[in-house]
């Protein structure tokens, strides 16, 4: 079974400053999703990154890129420049590459706080 | 194109009664899934339909079920509904690998 964990429940960082949220998964798959989602408090869950498993080249947009580490299965976000609207619950999150891709795996999330 | 659309928002029941909650996909999207979050337990995957088939499940009760209909709207039911089944649900509609959330619908069980 997969598992993904994420061992910083919270976490603070100045606004302007860069930050690194941690991830780790399980899996004996081979071929796979991962996601970074964020949710503010509306509650929506919003998608800020996704790395494909077969892809060595680590995803950015914009202010946030990521850290893969496929052989570690290691998953970071970093966040640059932070702004106040980037303090949320942060999620990471896998799932399997065909088939039922609607079945995500969550880790329990880290509450980022940016602070002015 | 407009997003998923989950409604009510809010609700309130009994112990004991059972529940409807609606999510409509994005257009053009055939898979539907539905998460529980709770603050203890996190985020868990309830059940995925593709195509008005059951593609997979969670390891919830029976009491928790869902549809889908050939428009790929869903509804997911609870019947008999306890005080732990106080949660947010997400419907996510999903679309060459990526998720896309609806905002939620928060279930209060009193």
């Known amino acids: 079974a997969q598992t993904v964990t994420q061992s910083q429940p919270e976490m603070s960082v100045q606004e302007a400053e860069t930050v690194t949220l941690s991830c780790t998964y399980d899996t004996s798959e081979n071929n796979y999703y991962l996601f970074w989602y964020k949710q503010p408090p509306s509650r929506q869950m919003i998608l800020v990154i996704r790395?494909?498993?077969?892809?060595?080249q680590n995803a950015t947009e914009n202010r946030f890129s990521v850290n893969f580490q496929k052989a570690a299965k290691s998953f970071s976000l970093k966040i640059s420049d932070s702004q106040l609207g980037d303090t949320a619950m942060y999620f990471c999150?896998?799932?399997?590459?065909?088939?039922?891709?609607?079945?995500?795996?969550f880790g329990k999330g880290t509450k980022l706080s940016v602070k002015p | 194109k407009a997003g998923v659309t989950q409604t009510p928002r809010y609700l309130i029941k009994t112990r004991g009664q059972q529940v409807t909650l609606s999510c409509s996909p994005i257009s053009g999207h055939r898979s539907v899934s539905w998460y529980q979050q709770t603050p203890g337990q996190g985020l868990q995957f309830l059940f995925e339909y593709f195509s008005e088939t059951q593609r997979n499940k969670g390891n919830f009760p029976g009491r928790f079920s869902g549809r889908q209909f050939s428009n790929s709207r869903s509804e997911m039911n609870v019947s008999t509904l306890e005080l732990g089944d106080s949660a947010l649900y997400l419907c996510a509609s999903s679309f060459d690998g990526q998720a896309f959330f609806g905002q939620g619908t928060r279930l209060t069980v009193v």
């Open positions: 790395q494909e498993a077969y892809k060595q």
């Open positions: 999150a896998f799932t399997r590459f065909g088939g039922s891709q609607g079945n995500l795996i």
